[in-house]
C-alpha cells in the first residue's frame, strides 16, 4: 500500500511539472501518453512503474522547461 500511494505521489508531481512545461493539464496527459523519440519511441507514462525511468521523465521534463533539447 505504502509503494502504490509513494507512486501516486510521484505521478502526481511529474503531472504537475509536465503542465507547468507545456501549459495546460490536457496538453501534458496527452505527452505523457505519446511515445516519444526521446524514450526510444516509449510513452512517458509507462516509464514511471520504476525508479529509473521516473528519473528519465522526470530529467527529460527538466530539459524541456530549459530549453535542452536531446
Known sequence: MIMQSGRAW????????????????????????????????????DLLSTPAGVELVEDHLVRLDYGVYM
Open 10 to 45: 510521484k505521478f502526481a508531481e511529474i503531472l504537475a511539472k509536465a503542465t507547468d512545461v507545456f501549459g495546460s493539464q490536457e496538453v501534458a496527459e496527452r505527452w505523457l501518453e505519446t511515445p516519444a523519440i526521446g524514450f526510444d519511441q516509449r510513452r512517458p507514462i
